[in-house]
């Protein structure tokens, strides 16, 4: 037997040696929860891995991780294991900067292009990533995150659902709610594209959406918001 959702396997209430299934359940908590992964990209396993690389399986892969498209792959102790994923859950990509989402058949992740790329592995690269934030209470932030290190151009906002609650609502970052616009239109279809000069973020930085009105607090909507930003790679050898 097995847990419905990560399917971690069960320990019987006659089983022998129980610290093995026991032990099973934890090495799998250990490659889920709090998903990281190298890369969504490579299409074979890489030569060298170290114990704990997690990866996304791109389709049509080779070697051993051939007929596991889609799955989490992990190493540890010279072996690969696959863990398969529910739709909704997420995974922070780190060789593009950005969170892949899984669709129940697919892993779907920032749109991510190249700019420059150097022999050594440098490169430049402009990203988009978007999510769709509902609205609750005074104030909503985001999952998706500002990487460390990253350029900022803007980040624009689409209302998807009307919002409820409140008057306007404002797009920024903790402590400046206004930052990527303010006063923003609470009807379906409502845009605005919050263009700054461009600035560098030193920490992964969410995007905070916040209620402005006599109430002061959302009890409705959604607005979907995108961010846009240049992320410098550094070279890899």
């Not at 988009?128 to 151009?153: K, N, Q, W, Y």
Request: charged letters at 15%; a negative charge; aromatic letters at 8%.
């Amino acid at each position: 037997m097995t847990t419905l959702n990560l399917l971690l396997p069960e320990i019987a209430a006659s089983q022998s040696q129980k610290h093995v299934t026991h032990n099973e359940a934890l090495a799998a908590l250990d490659v889920v929860v709090q998903l990281s992964v190298l890369s969504q990209s490579e299409a074979s396993p890489p030569g060298s891995p170290d114990d704990g690389d997690r990866y996304l399986v791109p389709s049509g892969a080779t070697g051993d991780f051939a007929g596991e498209d889609g799955a989490i792959a992990s190493y540890r102790d010279g072996a690969w294991t696959f863990h398969t994923p529910n739709a909704g859950w997420r995974a922070y990509v780190e060789d593009e900067g950005g969170y892949a989402i899984y669709d129940g058949s697919d892993w779907s992740g920032p749109d991510v292009v190249t700019l420059a790329a150097a022999p050594n592995g440098a490169e430049s690269r402009f990203v988009t990533v978007e999510e769709e934030l509902t609205l609750s209470g005074a104030s909503t932030s985001s999952t998706i995150e500002i990487p460390d290190r990253a350029i900022v151009f803007c980040v624009s906002t689409r209302t998807t659902e009307a919002v409820t609650g409140v008057w306007q609502y404002h797009c920024g970052i903790a402590g400046e709610a206004e930052k990527f616009g303010g006063y923003l239109g609470i009807a379906l279809g409502s845009t605005n594209a919050g263009v700054i000069g461009p600035q560098a973020f030193y920490a992964d930085t969410p995007i905070v959406i916040t209620a402005n009105g006599d109430t002061g607090s959302f009890t409705g909507g959604k607005v979907r918001i995108a961010l846009h930003y240049l992320l410098p790679v550094v070279p890899s050898t």
